[in-house]
């Protein structure tokens, strides 16, 4: 199995067996984010996806995801908390 420096949990990390997306964004991803950390951004979002209603086919709805994305595992910033105030919306 192939190892990577994950940029948010440090060396000799699992890669991605392949890209998660077919983008540009895909491959940066599979370079820079181990397996483990995908795993747990998956689980963030299905809970992004399930308390904001979100239709991933929707463009917005992707647009914010990818935004999260790029904050969370790329940036390693903080995620979007879920605000139960705002059940069903989203802070665009």
């Known amino acids: ?3 990577i420096e994950c940029s948010r949990c440090g060396p000799e990390k699992p890669t991605l067996a ?3 997306f077919r ?3 895909g491959k940066r991803i599979q ?3 181990c397996s483990g950390c995908w795993t747990e951004w998956l689980q963030h979002q299905t809970l992004l996806i399930n308390h904001y209603g979100l239709d991933p ?3 917005k709805a992707r647009e ?3 935004g999260q994305i ?3 595992l790329l940036g390693g910033g ?3 908390e879920v605000d139960t105030s705002q059940k069903g919306e989203i802070e665009w």
């Open 1 to 3: 199995m192939e190892t």
């Open 18 to 20: 392949k890209p998660p």
């Open 23 to 25: 983008t540009e964004l």
């Open 31 to 33: 370079e820079k984010i």
């Open 57 to 59: 086919r929707d463009k």
């Open 64 to 66: 914010f995801l990818y």
């Open 70 to 72: 790029e904050t969370v």
């Open 78 to 80: 903080k995620g979007k």
